[in-house]
Nanobody, 121 residues
Framework: QVQLVESGGGLVQAGGSLRLSCVAS????????MGWYRQAPGKQRELVAA???????NYADSVKGRFTISRDNAKNTMYLQMNSLRPEDTDVYYC???????????????WGQGTQVTVSS
């Protein structure tokens, strides 16, 4: 049983910064990928930033140079540092992980509950 719990969302003025956190708990054997997604009402969920299995990172073009993904393995925590925020960054942000809870189980997709980020102009 795995849970992803997000925090750090809120209201910020344009040009400001926020740091989102995602803490994974439960039995985790291995993690294939981890990343952040965002979704506005009525729109598809889109990738913001993610780690790949080889340790590289991927970013959406709209956030390159402004957002940074990182993680602390000792704390089972992933972060998204968001700088130079714009009103169009306003969305619900979701933590995602594809992982195994046991070596003999297949990788499974897990999502956090989402955290609201609102950027005022």
């Amino acid at each position: 049983q795995v849970q992803l719990v997000e925090s750090g969302g809120g209201l910020v003025q344009a040009g400001g910064s926020l740091r989102l956190s995602c803490v994974a708990s439960g039995i985790i054997f291995s993690i294939n990928v981890m990343g952040w997604y965002r979704q506005a009402p009525g729109k598809q969920r889109e990738l913001v930033a993610a780690f790949t299995s080889d340790g590289s990172t991927n970013y959406a073009d709209s956030v390159k140079g402004r957002f940074t993904i990182s993680r602390d393995n000792a704390k089972n925590t992933m972060y998204l540092q968001m700088n130079s925020l714009r009103p169009e960054d306003t969305d619900v942000y979701y933590c995602n992980a594809v992982l195994r809870t046991r070596y003999y189980e297949p990788p499974t997709n897990y999502w956090g509950q989402g955290t609201q980020v609102t950027v005022s102009s």
